[in-house]
Nanobody, 124 residues
Framework: QLQLVESGGGLVQPGGSLRLSCVVSGHTVDSYAIGWFRQAPGKEREGVSCISSSGPMIHYVDSVKGRFTISRDNAKNTVYLQMNNLKPEDTAIYYC?????????????????WGQGTQVTVSS
């Protein structure tokens, strides 16, 4: 059974940075595509970024392009989401998820395993 644990969330001022980590256990992280999703209060969960199991192929939602960077450290079985120039609208619970498909996908139903989430709050 694959398990995912997110960390790195917190309170940051607008323009600040955070790095989220998603530690995968139960299998090697490079066997799965890993996606980052977020859910803001009162809103549906949306895909933020995804990195494929090989290649890698990477996808970002338009609202974070140029500010967020996804990366994978196979030795640590960890996927990161570096978030720079954070904005109040980035406030949300951030989840990582794993899917056993090739390429990158934003359809949440394609992901089989989910973490519990980490809160990111951007506020002055």
């Amino acid at each position: 059974q694959l398990q995912l644990v997110e960390s790195g969330g917190g309170l940051v001022q607008p323009g600040g940075s955070l790095r989220l980590s998603c530690v995968v256990s139960g299998h090697t992280v490079d066997s799965y595509a890993i996606g980052w999703f977020r859910q803001a209060p009162g809103k549906e969960r949306e895909g933020v970024s995804c990195i494929s199991s090989s290649g890698p192929m990477i996808h970002y939602v338009d609202s974070v392009k140029g500010r967020f960077t996804i990366s994978r450290d196979n030795a640590k079985n960890t996927v990161y989401l570096q978030m720079n120039n954070l904005k109040p609208e980035d406030t949300a619970i951030y989840y990582c998820a794993a899917g056993s498909f090739h390429g990158v996908r934003t359809d949440q139903s394609q992901y089989d395993y989910w973490g519990q989430g980490t809160q990111v709050t951007v506020s002055s």
